[in-house]
């Protein structure tokens, strides 16, 4: 099966700066790779989404690039915020059978003020 | 509020108990998804159900658990005999016809 990695797991930032985490993944079938925030106790919300026709897609200060060939996708965020902080999860799913996603470890982002 | 709903938020039971946990998707969408999360983990996947069609288990789960739904719209997912190590949260999700995933609220279980 799918075998996503993600690193680091923890990422303390100035306010104003940028941030990056990375994800590796195994399986060349997977073609849909979103990233979702989650705060303490809170679900997690999709921030945003890549698909496998598009090398890079950008939201305001979060864009997430891909790369198929080496099997990793990498989100940035600029100009970062005390509310940029939570954990952040990559994800890959494939469009066969059952899309579930398969979740790297997280990302715990500190945002200091 | 049309977001994807879980009940109860918490659930606290003594080892060897059954519980069970409800999952309302949103309105229309016909995908249907079940999640662990440990602490410090990622979610991972338990099943996954289309309509009213349960099409997929992973090996996570073990025949202590079972899910329904039964009309295609609402979930349950029921432990049976609950051990410590079933403590976790249980988050569902949902999607229409496509790959995009919403996520409830979850349900943190735990298991004395």
């Known amino acids: 099966g799918e075998n996503v990695e993600q690193h680091p797991s923890t990422l303390s930032v100035q306010e104003g700066d940028s941030a990056v985490i990375k994800c590796t993944y195994s399986d060349s079938a997977s073609n849909y790779f979103p990233w979702y925030k989650q705060e303490l106790g809170k679900r997690p919300q999709l921030i945003i989404d890549?698909?496998?026709?598009?090398g890079e897609k950008k939201d305001q200060r979060i864009a997430v690039t891909l790369n198929k060939t080496a099997k990793h996708f990498s989100l940035h965020i600029t100009e970062t915020q005390p509310e940029d902080s939570a954990v952040y999860f990559c994800?890959?799913?494939?469009?066969?059978?059952?899309?579930?996603?398969?979740f790297g470890t997280g990302t715990r982002l500190t945002v200091i003020p | 509020d049309t977001g994807v709903s879980q009940d109860p938020r918490h659930k606290i039971t003594k080892r060897g108990q059954n519980v069970t946990f409800r999952c309302d998707p949103i309105s229309e969408h016909n995908r249907l998804y079940w999640y662990r999360q440990t602490l410090g983990q990622g979610p991972e996947f338990l099943t996954y159900?289309?309509?009213?069609?349960?099409?997929?288990k992973s090996r996570l789960l073990s025949d202590r658990f079972s899910a329904e739904r039964p009309k295609g719209s609402f979930s349950t997912l029921e432990i049976q005999r609950t051990e410590q190590g079933d403590s976790a949260m249980y988050l569902c999700?949902?999607?229409?016809?496509?790959?995009?995933?919403?996520f409830g609220p979850g349900t943190r279980l735990t298991v004395l």
């Open positions: 890549i698909r496998s026709n598009v």
């Open positions: 999700a949902s999607s229409p016809f496509t790959d995009t995933q919403y």
């Open positions: 159900f289309q309509n009213e069609a349960q099409l997929e």
């Open positions: 994800a890959a799913s494939s469009q066969t059978g059952a899309n579930n996603l398969f």
